[in-house]
C-alpha cells in the first residue's frame, strides 16, 4: 500500500519526465507534416499541428502551475488531481498520433507505411520512461496511438496487414511488459528515497537533539558546581572560625550555638541540593518504582492544605483549595511529590494575592491546578523553567528561594507516571501550573496503612567503608544507639573485626552497612556476597552510595538490596535499621 508521500513523488516524476516528450510534440509534428504533405490537404495539416502544439503549450502550462503549487500539497485528492489532469492531455496528444497512423495506413503507400511505423515505435518507446510513473497515463496512451492503426489492419484483407496487426500486438505487449518494470523500479526507488529522507530527518533531529543535551548538560555542571561550590566555602569558612576560636581559649556557649546553627543551615542547603541532583538521577536512570494504584484526590487535596496553611500564613497569602471526590489512577508518593514542588514554587513566588489548589474534569482525566498570582512567567521562557537549575525571578540565587530543581523534577517524574504537564502564564498576572492523571473509580476498602515497626534489642552490624573518617562516624552514631558494630575498610577487615569479637563471646550479627564503591574496583553488592559467605546466612544489607550517575544507580539499585544515598541523615539511617528488621 503506497503512502500518500510515494504517490506525490510518483506523480511529481510524472510531470518531472514528461519534457522529453513535449518537446518531441513540437519537434516531430514538423517532418510528419512534411511527408504527409501531398496526402493530405494543407488545411488539415496544419489544423492538426496547430492543435498540436495547443495540446502541448496546455501540458507546459499545467507543468509549470504544478510546480509552482501543486507539488506543495499532500492531500489525496490533490495528486490525484493533478495525475489526472496529466493523464486526460496525454490520451488528447496520443489520440492525434493515433490519427495520423490511420492516415499513414489509409492511403496503402508502403514508404507511408514503413514511416509511420517508425514514428508510432518511436512515440510508443519512448513515452515508456516519461508516463510510467502513473500507469493509467502511459496505458492510455499506448492505446490512443495503436488503436487505431490497429483496427484498420484489422478491416483489412491481406498477409501484409495481418503481419502488422502482429506486429502492433507485439510492440504494445513489450512495452506494456516494461512499463510495469519501470513503475516498479520507480516506486522501489520512490520508498528508498523517501526512506533515506525520513532517515536524514531523523539524524538531524537526533544532531539536533544531542547537542541541545550537550548544552544542557554544560549548563547543569556549571550551575551545579556554582551552587555546590557556595555551601562548601561557607562550610570552610566557619570551621575556620570556630577553630580560630578554639585557639584563643574556650569558645563562649552563644558563640559556638550561633556557628554551630549555621553550619546547620549550609549542611541543609548542601543536602537539599545534592538530594535534589540525586532525585534527578534517579529519575533519568529508571530506578524510581511507580506503585500505581486509586488515589483518592479529597485526601490528597485535604493534606495538601494543612500542610501549606503555616507557609501562607506566613507569607500573609489568601490559600484556596476547592475539594473534589474523585479518584486518580497514580502512585500517591510521586503524585504529591509532584504537586509539592509546584504549591512550593507558587509560594515562594507569590508576594501578594493567594494561591488556589483545585481540579478540572477533562473527559476520562482529571486536571489538578495551581494557580497564583506571582510574577507570571514570559512566553520565551515557559519552556525553560522546566530545566535543572533556571530560575527567572532568583538571579542572586538566593538559597531561601530554592534550588531550580522543583520543576526539573516535576517534568521527570510527570514524564514517569505518564501524565501531562501543562503551563498557562501572563506575564504580571500569574501562573497555572496543572498535572492530568486518568479518572478511576473508587475503591470498595481503601488501603490501611501498615504500622512501623517498633526497635526492641540493639542489633549485631557489619559495616564496610573505605573512607576512614565516615567509617569512623558511623561507628561512633551506630554505638551510641546501642548497636554492636564490626567495622572494616574492606570486607575482611570486617570480618575479622567480627572473628576476634566471637572468640570473646557471642557476636551476632542481624545487618550489613557497605559504601557501594570500595578500594580495588570492589562493589558493595560483592563485599555483601564475601560476608554472608563468611557467616554462612543471607543476613539482609543496606548499600549506602554517593553516585549520581545514572547508570551507578541503576547498578546499585539491580543487586536488590535496600539503597541509601549521601548523604544520610540520622533518621534516615535509623529508618533503614528498623526496616532491616522485618
Known amino acids: 500500500m503506497q503512502s500518500t508521500r510515494q504517490r506525490t513523488y510518483l506523480v511529481d516524476l510524472l510531470f518531472r519526465q514528461s519534457y522529453a516528450v513535449l518537446f518531441a510534440n513540437f519537434v516531430i509534428p514538423i517532418p510528419v507534416a512534411y511527408i504527409l504533405r501531398n496526402t493530405l490537404p494543407l488545411s488539415g495539416l496544419l489544423i492538426w499541428i496547430a492543435v498540436m502544439f495547443a495540446l502541448t503549450l496546455g501540458r507546459i502550462l499545467v507543468a509549470q502551475r504544478y510546480f509552482k503549487h501543486g507539488n506543495r500539497s499532500t492531500a489525496p485528492m490533490r495528486w490525484a488531481w493533478w495525475a489526472w489532469w496529466a493523464t486526460v492531455l496525454s490520451w488528447l496528444s496520443s489520440l492525434l498520433w493515433g490519427w495520423l497512423g490511420w492516415v499513414g495506413f489509409a492511403n496503402g503507400d508502403p514508404q507511408l507505411l514503413a514511416f509511420t511505423c517508425i514514428v508510432l515505435t518511436g512515440l510508443v518507446c519512448g513515452a515508456t520512461p516519461s508516463l510510467s510513473a502513473f500507469p493509467p497515463a502511459y496505458i492510455g496512451s499506448l492505446t490512443a496511438m495503436l488503436l487505431p492503426v490497429t483496427l484498420h489492419c484489422l478491416s483489412r484483407q491481406g498477409e501484409v496487414f495481418a503481419t502488422y496487426t502482429f506486429f502492433l500486438i507485439c510492440l504494445a505487449g513489450v512495452n506494456l511488459y516494461y512499463s510495469r518494470v519501470t513503475y516498479r523500479s520507480i516506486c522501489e526507488t520512490a520508498r528508498l528515497r523517501l526512506e533515506n529522507v525520513e532517515l536524514v530527518g531523523r539524524l538531524e533531529e537526533e544532531r ?12 547543569f555542571l556549571a550551575a551545579a558546581s556554582h551552587d555546590l561550590r557556595q555551601p562548601i566555602h561557607a562550610l570552610g569558612l566557619f570551621v575556620g572560625a570556630l577553630a580560630a576560636l578554639a585557639g584563643r581559649g574556650d569558645v563562649p556557649t552563644a558563640k559556638a550555638r550561633d556557628i554551630a546553627a549555621r553550619l546547620r543551615a549550609v549542611i541543609g542547603n548542601l543536602g537539599g541540593l545534592l538530594n535534589g541532583l540525586l532525585d534527578i538521577s534517579r529519575l533519568d536512570a529508571g530506578v524510581v518504582a511507580v506503585s500505581r494504584e486509586p488515589v483518592s484526590l479529597d485526601r490528597l487535596l485535604t493534606d495538601l492544605h494543612h500542610e501549606f496553611a ?10 484556596r483549595v476547592r475539594q473534589t ?15 509539592d514542588n509546584l504549591l512550593a514554587n507558587a509560594f515562594r513566588y507569590t508576594s501578594q494575592g493567594g494561591v488556589l489548589l483545585g481540579c478540572r474534569r477533562r473527559g476520562q482525566a482529571v486536571e489538578i491546578q495551581v494557580i497564583d498570582s506571582g510574577p507570571g512567567i514570559p512566553t520565551d521562557q515557559q519552556a525553560a523553567i522546566f530545566d535543572e537549575f533556571v530560575q527567572l525571578h532568583n538571579a542572586e540565587r538566593d538559597r531561601t528561594q530554592g534550588l531550580g530543581l522543583g520543576l526539573a523534577i516535576v517534568r521527570h517524574t510527570s514524564r514517569l507516571l505518564g501524565h501531562v504537564v501543562r503551563l498557562v502564564s501572563v506575564e504580571g498576572r500569574g501562573s497555572m501550573f496543572s498535572v492530568s492523571a486518568p479518572t478511576v473509580e473508587a475503591p470498595d ?3 490501611q496503612m501498615e504500622p512501623w515497626p517498633a526497635a526492641d534489642q540493639a542489633l549485631g552490624i557489619m559495616i564496610v567503608d573505605d573512607e576512614q573518617d ?11 544507639w546501642g548497636h554492636r558494630i564490626y567495622a572494616g575498610l574492606s570486607a575482611q577487615q570486617a570480618c575479622q573485626q567480627h572473628a576476634d569479637a566471637a572468640r570473646n563471646g557471642p557476636a551476632s550479627v542481624q545487618l550489613i552497612l557497605t559504601d557501594y564503591r570500595l578500594g580495588s574496583d570492589m562493589a558493595g553488592s560483592e563485599a555483601i556476597r564475601r560476608i554472608r559467605a563468611y557467616l554462612k546466612r543471607a543476613i539482609p544489607a543496606v548499600i549506602i552510595t554517593g553516585d549520581t550517575s ?16 549521601k548523604p544520610v541523615d540520622a533518621q534516615g539511617l535509623r529508618e533503614a535499621i528498623e526496616a532491616s528488621r522485618q
Do not use: C, F, M, Y
Not at 474523585?326 to 509532584?338: G, H, I, N
Not at 565516615?470 to 551510641?480: C, F, G, I, K, S
Not at 545514572?550 to 544515598?565: C, M, N, Q, T, V
Open 325 to 339: 471526590d474523585l479518584w486518580v489512577d497514580s502512585d500517591p508518593v510521586l503524585l504529591k511529590r509532584t504537586l
Open 310 to 319: 503555616g507557609t501562607a500564613q506566613e507569607r500573609n497569602l489568601r490559600w
Open 550 to 565: 545514572p547508570a551507578r544507580i541503576k547498578e546499585a539499585s539491580d543487586s536488590g538490596h535496600r539503597l541509601l544515598h
Open 470 to 480: 565516615v567509617l569512623d562516624a558511623l561507628r561512633e552514631l551506630l554505638e551510641a
Open 208 to 219: 539536533d537533539r544531542a547537542r541541545a543535551a550537550d548544552q544542557a548538560k554544560s549548563r
Open 445 to 447: 476498602t481503601e488501603p
